[in-house]
């Protein structure tokens, strides 16, 4: 069974369109996280949450916005796509917030 | 300064050697530290985590020097199966926030 599952692998979309990616864990965990990984492979915090509650809220564009509606899911929406969104995006959970994070496989955000 | 900094790299080794990476961090109450590995088009993966006291896990040994602000990680042996980028991480502030270094790439060569 997958412990951190993201939908979907790969994205291939338009500048402009309005996409999301889901993300779900079944380990159990309180907290989970968004990581963008951009061409250069710097693993970036973007969101986490701790049972539902945003902790963490970096500087990113408020065209993305974080949804969990319970503690085993962790969505990102994204608005009004840019070529600088293209990255890959993984999702995380761990069990607590000072506790090693487990890594989904990632969605390959490409804008074309 | 950055957050967390990590050897450049690449490392490229023979089999069998021994390599060592480095990673300083700037925050003194940084609370906890790990290591991960991440192959070529994957995830992140939870190698080993940091104690105080140092810490060992078959080939793998990690240590950590608070006054120095330094963790290191030791591969002894090295096998062509170790090869990846290497990320050290650092975890700190009341929101526990993960800083992850940008990683040294290792290649073992046969």
């Known amino acids: 069974d997958t412990a951190v599952s993201q939908t979907p692998k790969y994205l291939v979309t338009q500048m402009g369109n309005d996409k999301s990616i889901k993300c779900e864990q079944n380990?159990?965990?309180?907290?989970m996280y968004w990581y963008k990984q951009d061409s250069k492979k710097f693993l970036k915090i973007m969101f986490s949450y701790n049972n539902k509650e945003l902790i963490i809220n970096e500087t990113v564009p408020n065209r993305f916005s974080p949804k969990s509606p319970d503690k085993a899911h962790l969505n990102l929406h994204i608005n009004s796509l840019e070529l600088g969104d293209s990255a890959v995006y993984f999702c995380a959970s761990s069990k607590h917030r000072d506790q090693p994070q487990h890594f989904g496989d990632g969605t390959r955000l490409s804008i074309l | 300064r950055k957050e967390v900094e990590q050897d450049p790299g690449p490392f490229n080794v023979p089999e069998g050697a021994t390599v060592a990476f480095n990673c300083t961090y700037s925050?003194?109450?940084?609370?906890?530290f790990f290591w991960y590995r991440q192959d070529c088009r994957k995830e992140p993966k939870l190698l080993m985590s940091?104690?105080?006291s140092g810490n060992e896990d078959g080939r793998f040994t990690a240590q950590l020097n608070r006054a120095s602000q330094y963790i290191s990680l030791l591969i002894r042996d090295s096998k062509l199966s170790d090869s990846a980028t290497y990320l050290c991480?650092?975890?700190?502030?009341?929101?526990?926030?993960?800083?992850f270094g940008k990683g040294t790439l290792l290649t073992v060569n046969p």
């Open positions: 940091v104690y105080s």
């Open positions: 925050n003194s109450a940084s609370q906890s």
């Open positions: 991480v650092v975890n700190w502030g009341s929101n526990y926030k993960l800083t």
């Open positions: 380990l159990g965990h309180d907290t």
